[in-house]
C-alpha cells in the first residue's frame, strides 16, 4: 500500500540519475552570471556526501525560496558533484528520477548561480554571506559546526540526530537562545503530512482511543557500507580532514563518529513517539550486539530498546477512558499511565521494513514513509438503549434480504490518504525557508533535536552498560524560554 | 410491636430480594460484530443492571466466539478450511470433516429430504452458469448446459458416514456452499449459549434476513419484527411478533441478473436448473429454530404457494408470510399466521 506522500523515490536511483545529468555540465566552465538573488535564503552545504548531495538534489532542488551560494566538503569528488547538483538546483531546475537535464535546463544551469567550494567550513563561514548552513556531516561533528554556524549568526539545518553527547545538545539550546537564531534538525517525519494527518487523528479525533502500546522497528538487510574508491590519493587539502578514507566514507560503522542504529535510523522514529506522546521517556532498557557484519565495524548491528513514558493531563497524547468493567476502580482509572515502545533494528532481515505501530484501545495506526494504514480493534462494538426503551414497543428490527457487509477494514485497514506530491525533504526545506524569511520557528527545532538525542543516546547507553537508564527530566529544562518541541501544522 | 415491625422488616427484605432476584436490566444493550459478510446485532436485557461494556463483553464473548468458529468451518471464502478441502476434492472419495461442518451438512441434507430438494446448498453449478459469479455473460444457458450443470447439483450426491464424521461430493466440480443456513445455525447457536449465560430476554439478527428472539421484551408479547417490501427498502408491508422463536425473509430483490431485458432473481430451483418463476418475491417464515427459517424462506420461493401451503400442513408449526406478484400488484399469504391488525 502506497499513498502519494513520497514521490516514490528510490533514493539510490535518484542519485544515479542526477549525477548522469550532471555529467553534462562539468565541461560548462564558470557560470558567466548569477541568478537574481534577492528575496533568497543564501545557504551554505556542508557535507556532501550521499545524505548531502540527497538535500541539493531533492529538498533544496525544489525549494525556490533557496539559493546555495556555497558547498563544504573534506572530500574533493563529493565538492565537485555538489557544485554541478547545486547549479541546477540554484537554475530552479527540478530534476525528476530517470530523467537527464534537456539542452535548454543544460543551459540554465549553466547560467545559475555557482557555487563556491571549500574543504574547512570555517573558511566558508568567514568568506561567505550566508543566511542559513545546511550541515549533513558526520554525528561526532554535528556539534562543532552547529555551534561556529549559530556564532556566526547563522540559522542552522542539521541532519539528525542533533549531537554525538547530550550535553552538546544542551549547549545548542542555549546557544540558540544567545544568538537568537534556531536550528532545525532533519527529523522530516514531523514535515510529512501523512504524518501530521496521523497525529490529528490521534489527539484530535480520538480514532485510536487512548494509546497503549508502539512498536517500531527498522529492519534492512544490507551491510549499510558506502563503496570507496580505493584509489583515490587525498591532496594536501583533503589530507588536512581525512586520516582514513574508509572510516571518512563509512563514519556510521565507527563508535568515535557515531553511535550506530540509533542514532542514524532509530532516531527517526523515536521522534515521532516521543511527538505523538507529547512526552519524554522516563527510562530505557536496551541490549545490542554485533554478529553478522563482523567486518571491521564496531557498532552493534542488531539493537532492540524498550523506552516508557510517563503520560499525564499535561501531555497532548493524553486521553482519559471511561470504566469499561465494573471491576474497574473508577476513580483510578484516569491517574497518569506508561506507555512503552518497543523498537528494534536489525541488519540482516528486512521482511518487516520500517515502521511504526501506534496501537490504541480503539484501533491501530501503521506509519511508514510509505503511506499509513488504520485499523479499527475488531473487538464487538456495546452500545446501550435507553432505559425503559421504545424498543420494547417499537418495530426492533425490519427484517429482509440480508445486509451485505464489508469487514475488510478491520482486516486490510483503511488508507489514510493525503493530498501531497512533494517529496517529504522537500517540505522541510521550504518550511526551513519559510521560517527564516518569516521569522518563524521550524516544528523540527532545537528542543526537537535535543529530545531525540536524549533518546538516543540513554538507548546507547541502556545497550553499552547493559542496564536500565534513568533519564532526567532536568535535561529538557533551561532557565530561558525554549521552543515548543511538539508543535503541529 | 416490635414483632411486627421486624415482619415488616423481613417481608420488604423479601420483595426486594425478590425483585432483584428476577434480576432483568431495564436497559437494553446493543452488541454489534462483523461475521459471514454481514453484521451480527445481539440486543439483550443483561441479567441486572450497572453492567459496564467489557462485562457485557464478557457475557457475549462466548457466542461471538461461537458464530466466529462456525464461520472459520463453514464459509466457503475462506481457503484453507474443510470445506475448501471438500470442495476441492470433489468426485475423489470422502474426507473426515470437522463437526461444525459436518453438523451443516446434516442439516442441509434434512432440510432438502424435507422440501423434496427445494433447498439445496449445492446450487454453486447453476449460479456459474448463468454468470451469477460472471456479470460479463449475455446469454441465457442453453438446455444442454443447464442439464450438464445439473448432474454436479442435488444432496443425494453427498453422502454421508455418521459414524466417520467423513462426508463425500461424489461428482467432480460439484460444491457446497452454507449462505442460506449457516447464519441461522450460528444464530441458533448464539442464542442457546446467551439463554446458558442467563439471558432471559433478547433478539438477535444476522444482517436483518435471519432472526432469533430469546423470550420477549420485559413486559411484552413479544418482539416486533417488520417485514420490508421487497421494492422499497423504507417501506414495512407487515409486522409480526415473535416470542422465543425465529424468523427469516428472503427477497428477490436482493440479487439479480438481467438477461436480454429480463430480470432473473439469485434463488434457483435445483430441479429446473433456471431461475424460480413462481412470482414469490418475499417469503418470511416463523418457527422454532433460525437453521430451520432459513432453509424454509428459501426453499418456499422455489416451491410456491400450493407446495408451501402442503408443507405448512405436514409442519403445523411453520408459519409463512408470501408476497408474490400478479400483474404488478402485490398478493400477500399468510400460511399458519394471522394477518397483523393494521
Not at chain 2, 121 to 149: M, T
Request: hydrophobic letters at 35%; one cysteine or more.
Amino acid at each position: 500500500m502506497k499513498s502519494n506522500t513520497s514521490r516514490n523515490v528510490s533514493r539510490r536511483n535518484f542519485i544515479k540519475t542526477a549525477s548522469t545529468a550532471t555529467g553534462l555540465i562539468i565541461m560548462a566552465g564558470k557560470a558567466p552570471f548569477s541568478y537574481a538573488l534577492n528575496d533568497k535564503v543564501k545557504v551554505g552545504c556542508v557535507g556532501c556526501g550521499g545524505q548531502g548531495s540527497f538535500h541539493i538534489k531533492d529538498g533544496l532542488m525544489g525549494t525556490s525560496d533557496i539559493v546555495i551560494t556555497a558547498v563544504c566538503d573534506a572530500y574533493g569528488p563529493h565538492q565537485r558533484l555538489a557544485v554541478q547538483l547545486a547549479q541546477i538546483s540554484n537554475a530552479g531546475i527540478a530534476l525528476e528520477p530517470g530523467q537527464g537535464l534537456t539542452e535548454e535546463q543544460r543551459q540554465k544551469a549553466i547560467a545559475a548561480f555557482k557555487p563556491k567550494s571549500y574543504y574547512d567550513y570555517r573558511e566558508m563561514l568567514e568568506k561567505e554571506e550566508l543566511d542559513a548552513v545546511v550541515i549533513a556531516t558526520p554525528l561526532h561533528t554535528h556539534y562543532q559546526i552547529t555551534m561556529d554556524s549559530l556564532s556566526a549568526g547563522k540559522y542552522v539545518f542539521c541532519e539528525k540526530t542533533m549531537c554525538y553527547e547530550i550535553e552538546q545538545a544542551r549547549d545548542v539550546v542555549k546557544k540558540c537562545h544567545e544568538t537568537g537564531k534556531w536550528v532545525q534538525v532533519g527529523h522530516q517525519r514531523r514535515y510529512n503530512p501523512l504524518y501530521n494527518k496521523a497525529l490529528m487523528m490521534i489527539w484530535e479525533e480520538g480514532t485510536i482511543g487512548r494509546i497503549v502500546h508502539i512498536d517500531a522497528q527498522w529492519h534492512r538487510n544490507n551491510d549499510w557500507r558506502r563503496p570507496i574508491n580505493k584509489d583515490h590519493k587525498l591532496n594536501s587539502q583533503e589530507a588536512r580532514f581525512i586520516k582514513d578514507l574508509e572510516r571518512y566514507m563509512n563514519w556510521r560503522l565507527y563508535k568515535e563518529s557515531s553511535r550506530g542504529l540509533l542514532t542514524e535510523l532509530a532516531t527517526h522514529q523515536l521522534d515521532i513517539v516521543s511527538w505523538f506522546l507529547d512526552a519524554v521517556p522516563k527510562r530505557v532498557y536496551g541490549c545490542g550486539s554485533l554478529d553478522y557484519w563482523r567486518d571491521g565495524r564496531e557498532i552493534h548491528d542488531s539493537i532492540n530498546v524498550i523506552y516508557e513514558f510517563d503520560i499525564t493531563p499535561e501531555n497532548r497524547g493524553y486521553r482519559a477512558i471511561n470504566a469499561r468493567s465494573s471491576y474497574q476502580d473508577k476513580m483510578a482509572i484516569n491517574q497518569p499511565y506508561t506507555v512503552q515502545l518497543m523498537y528494534s533494528s536489525i541488519t540482516a532481515n528486512a521482511k518487516k521494513g520500517c515502521n511504526e505501530l501506534i496501537q490504541g484501545d480503539e484501533g491501530t495506526i501503521e506509519l511508514s514513509e510509505e503511506g499509513g494504514t488504520f485499523y479499527p480493534e475488531a473487538t464487538a462494538k456495546i452500545s446501550w438503549g435507553e432505559s425503559g426503551s421504545a424498543e420494547q414497543t417499537a418495530t426492533v428490527i425490519t427484517s429482509g434480504g440480508t445486509l451485505k457487509l464489508s469487514n475488510k477494514a478491520l482486516q486490510e485497514g483503511k488508507p489514510i490518504v493525503v493530498d501531497n506530491t512533494r517529496s517529504v525533504d522537500q517540505l522541510q526545506f521550504m518550511r526551513f525557508a519559510k521560517d527564516i524569511k518569516e521569522g518563524g520557528v521550524p516544528k523540527a527545532n532545537q528542543m526537537v533535536g535535543l529530545r531525540a538525542t536524549v533518546m538516543a543516546l540513554s538507548g546507547y547507553q541502556a545497550i553499552e552498560e547493559r542496564r536500565m537508564v534513568e533519564i532526567d527530566p532536568a535535561l529538557y529544562t533551561f532557565d530561558f524560554p525554549t521552543p515548543d518541541p511538539s508543535m503541529v501544522s | 410491636m416490635k414483632k411486627s415491625l421486624y415482619k415488616i422488616v423481613i417481608y420488604l427484605f423479601f420483595i426486594i430480594l425478590s425483585i432483584g432476584g428476577h434480576g432483568e436490566a431495564t436497559q437494553s444493550v446493543t452488541v454489534r460484530f462483523f461475521a459471514m459478510g454481514t453484521e451480527f446485532v445481539f440486543i439483550i436485557y443483561p441479567p441486572f443492571d450497572g453492567m459496564l461494556e467489557e462485562d457485557v463483553r464478557n457475557l457475549c464473548e462466548p457466542a461471538i466466539t461461537a458464530v466466529n468458529n462456525l464461520e472459520k468451518h463453514i464459509s466457503h471464502y475462506l481457503p484453507d478450511n474443510d470445506l475448501a478441502r471438500l470442495n476441492q476434492s470433489a468426485g475423489s472419495g470422502v474426507l473426515k470433516v470437522n463437526s461444525d461442518l459436518f453438523e451443516v451438512i446434516r442439516w442441509s441434507k434434512r432440510y432438502w429430504e424435507r422440501t423434496d430438494g427445494a433447498f439445496d446448498p449445492s446450487v454453486g453449478p447453476l449460479l456459474d452458469l448463468w454468470g451469477f459469479y460472471r456479470k460479463n455473460k449475455q446469454d441465457i444457458p442453453s438446455d444442454n448446459e443447464i442439464s450438464e450443470a445439473l448432474k454436479k447439483v442435488g444432496m443425494d450426491k453427498v453422502i454421508i458416514n455418521v459414524d466417520e464424521q467423513s462426508v463425500g461430493l461424489t461428482v467432480p466440480e460439484m460444491r457446497l456452499d452454507f449462505g442460506g443456513i449457516g447464519k441461522g445455525l450460528a444464530l441458533d447457536r448464539a442464542k442457546a449459549i446467551l439463554k446458558e449465560q442467563g439471558i432471559k430476554s433478547g433478539i438477535l439478527h444476522a444482517g436483518t434476513s435471519s432472526i432469533v428472539a430469546i423470550g420477549t421484551p420485559p413486559n411484552q408479547a413479544g418482539w416486533k419484527i417488520g417485514i420490508r417490501s421487497p421494492y422499497n427498502k423504507d417501506e414495512t408491508i407487515e409486522e409480526f411478533l415473535i416470542n422465543d422463536e425465529s424468523l427469516s425473509t428472503s427477497s428477490v430483490s436482493e440479487q439479480f441478473l438481467e438477461r436480454k431485458g429480463k430480470k432473473y432473481g439469485h434463488i434457483f430451483n435445483p430441479k429446473t436448473g433456471r431461475p424460480v418463476d413462481t412470482n414469490i418475491v418475499s417469503s418470511t417464515v416463523i418457527c422454532k429454530t433460525a437453521t430451520e427459517s432459513d432453509a424454509l424462506s428459501t426453499s418456499f420461493f422455489v416451491l410456491g404457494i400450493d407446495k408451501t401451503k402442503e408443507y405448512c400442513k405436514k409442519f403445523p408449526d411453520v408459519k409463512v408470510f408470501l408476497v408474490s406478484e400478479h400483474n404488478n400488484k402485490l398478493d400477500k399469504q399468510y400460511i399458519n399466521l394471522k394477518q397483523s391488525e393494521e
